[in-house]
């Protein structure tokens, strides 16, 4: 695991908090991106105020996506990205990337959902995924 902080929604509420959190170890195809900066977007503030029904309650929530960064560290599978590399990640981090939809390059539409830039569960080990009001 690794640490990193962050601002998270610790009660459920727009109230953001500096934390300090786990990230999981890089896989064989995942980047780790040091943010650099993070926009505020309508569906980070929705997320927050309750506005986002399939998001039972945001209290441990790690907004942030649409975000820009530097590469820090790039898994042994990973052969388009390096170290140094600069980045701009949207709010989607991963898809099943076999099915009909991520095969035309809609991933967005993934049939076995995909996995969103944070308050999403990892398609591998369900732990759910925090976003980029952090510091990777």
């Not at 962050?6 to 786990?22: I, K, M």
């Not at 990973?78 to 701009?88: E, F, S």
Request: net charge neutral; charged share 25%.
């Amino acid at each position: 695991m690794r640490t990193t902080t962050g601002w998270q929604s610790v009660d459920g509420t727009v109230d953001l908090r500096r934390a300090t959190f786990e990230r999981r170890d890089l896989r064989s195809d995942d980047v780790a991106v040091r943010v650099d900066y993070c926009g505020v977007c309508h569906s980070d503030l929705h997320l927050l105020n309750g506005m986002m029904p399939h998001y039972k309650n945001a209290a441990g929530i790690v907004p942030g996506h649409e975000f820009t960064g530097t590469v820090t560290a790039a898994g042994a599978a990973v052969t388009r990205l390096a170290p140094g590399d600069r980045v701009a990640v949207g709010t989607l981090v991963d898809s099943c990337g076999t099915c009909p939809m991520c095969r035309a390059g809609q991933e967005n539409f993934c049939l076995e959902r995909p996995t969103s830039t944070y308050g999403s569960p990892d398609r591998l080990d369900g732990t759910i995924t925090k976003g980029a009001y952090s510091r990777e």
